[in-house]
């Protein structure tokens, strides 16, 4: 079975089960048809008994012009019985015959005669009895009319009676039912067929996906609302965002190549250049300088791109406990409030007393990067004001600037890594900041917002809901 398709199983188990139904239907059509059948014969039993019984008439004299009537007559008690011609048919293997109060043979046919049995008379009721392996039926009429006081008719029928009908019933239940199984089977085999169809074509799909290393391509079975159509229509879905996540890995890798290889070609120039003679002290000190700053730039970037790998590794280097969100803001703050750029200065309102479970490092750097990204976007003399507080549900930080300000069309792509809006072309971010703020705040549960105006300034807003640990 293991080794057999799977609609290949399905015919069969349905094939098994039809058989089933088949046997049981032609059982149960046998068991009922012999029963009508028996009840018929039994019901024809008496009925032709009880016929019978109207064609004996008593007369005290002999009728005149007997030859003119195809009748029987025999002598009984002070006068005649005469017997109409039918009753000496045999009417679909119904004996009837006449007998007196001792069961002797007055007139008729005893089918039963070679039995040497005495069955007593039972006055409408009809009896069962089997002899030579095969069942009779038995039924008696006592007749109680003038002249025929005391006389007992008798009907006798064998259950083989019926077995002419029920045979043929038999012989149609043979033929026609294996016909509709065989139908059914063949039925079966072909809805199995369709029903499966859409499992080839994804299997055959996922096969060419996975051959030919194409995420581009889509099951696309159509509308539809069965089991099958809503998991092609999920693994699509699953497939389009894989390729998406390729796409932007590989995106991704090719940004951080390019990234690299801007202080890596400064390096490598400035290298060759301080080589190729003896230059000034002043020269080498410019040099190393220049090196310097392309390092320390090229450490930021690898260490952005670390965290971006252990949180897509769903956090595990960056474990979560309850920490004092209140405290952790205040003291960023503190620290960020020392850089003095632009002369532009920072103040913070914090609500006190606010906890919340997460990952203190995480937090600590979203804060900075959005502090440090207002301070180099700032306006000299401006001002940034960060806020911390706590809703019914939900608990706001917000970093404000009066800085340069987000063009409307940039807004929606300044959560991109690596982009960079083009009043920041020339700064020294590694345009993985804010990139940075949105996975981190994702990563608590949490949205980032930003309201901005050209030449008035922005604002990021992270909300985290209440249920995630917020207190």
């Not at 059948?37 to 009728?63: C, F, G, H, R, S």
């Amino acid at each position: 079975m293991k080794n057999l398709s799977f609609r290949a199983k399905i015919t069969i188990w349905f094939s098994g089960i039809m058989a089933f139904l088949v046997a049981v239907t032609f059982a149960i059509v046998f068991w009922v048809s012999n029963a009508v059948v028996q009840k018929d014969i039994q019901d024809n039993l008496v009925e032709m008994t009880e016929a019978n019984a109207d064609e004996l008439t008593y007369y005290e004299q002999m009728p005149e012009l007997q030859e003119l009537y195809k009748s029987q007559y025999i002598i009984w008690g002070d006068g005649y019985l005469e017997i109409d011609d039918d009753f000496l048919d045999v009417v679909n293997g119904i004996y009837t015959f006449l007998c007196d109060e001792s069961g002797s043979l007055l007139y008729g046919e005893n089918p039963l005669a070679r039995a040497e049995m005495e069955i007593p008379f039972q006055n409408g009721t009809v009896q069962r009895l089997k002899w030579n392996k095969t069942v009779y039926y038995v039924y008696d009429r006592l007749l109680v009319e003038d002249g025929v006081e005391g006389l007992w008719l008798r009907g006798i029928v064998s259950e083989h009676q019926g077995t002419q009908q029920l045979s043929w019933l038999v012989r149609l239940c043979t033929i026609a039912l294996p016909a509709l199984l065989v139908l059914a089977v063949l039925g079966g085999y072909w809805i199995a067929g369709n029903a499966l169809k859409p499992v080839k074509q994804i299997t055959q799909a996922a096969a060419q996906i996975s051959q030919g290393h194409d995420l581009n391509r889509r099951i696309g079975l159509g509308e539809g609302t069965d089991e099958l159509h809503r998991l092609a229509a999920v693994l699509d879905d699953m497939i389009a965002r894989l390729y998406h996540s390729f796409q932007a890995e590989q995106q991704f890798t090719s940004d951080v190549s390019h990234e690299l290889r801007t202080p890596m070609s400064v390096i490598m120039a400035q290298c060759e250049y301080i080589l190729e003679e003896k230059r000034t002290p002043e020269e080498y000190e410019e040099a190393l300088e220049s090196i310097r700053r392309q390092g320390k730039k090229m450490s930021r970037l690898i260490e952005d791109m670390l965290c971006f790998a252990r949180l897509e590794q769903e956090g595990e280097s960056y474990p979560k406990e309850q920490l004092p969100l209140s405290e952790l803001v205040k003291d960023v703050c503190l620290d960020l409030s020392l850089y003095k750029r632009k002369n532009i200065s920072l103040a913070w309102e914090i609500e006190p007393e606010i906890f919340f479970y997460g990952n203190a490092t995480l937090l600590a750097r979203m804060l900075s990067n959005l502090i440090v990204n207002a301070y180099q976007y700032g306006k000299t003399d401006g001002s940034i004001r960060v806020t911390l507080s706590r809703g019914e549900k939900t608990v706001l930080l917000s970093v404000l600037d009066d800085g340069i300000g987000i063009a409307k069309e940039q807004q929606e792509k300044i959560f991109e890594r690596f982009y960079r809006a083009e009043a920041a072309r020339s700064g020294e971010g590694t345009g993985l900041g804010l990139a940075m703020v949105k996975d981190i705040a994702k990563y608590h549960g949490g949205t980032v917002a930003v309201i901005s105006e050209e030449g008035k300034g922005s604002e990021f807003r992270l909300i985290f809901p209440f249920e995630n640990d917020v207190f």
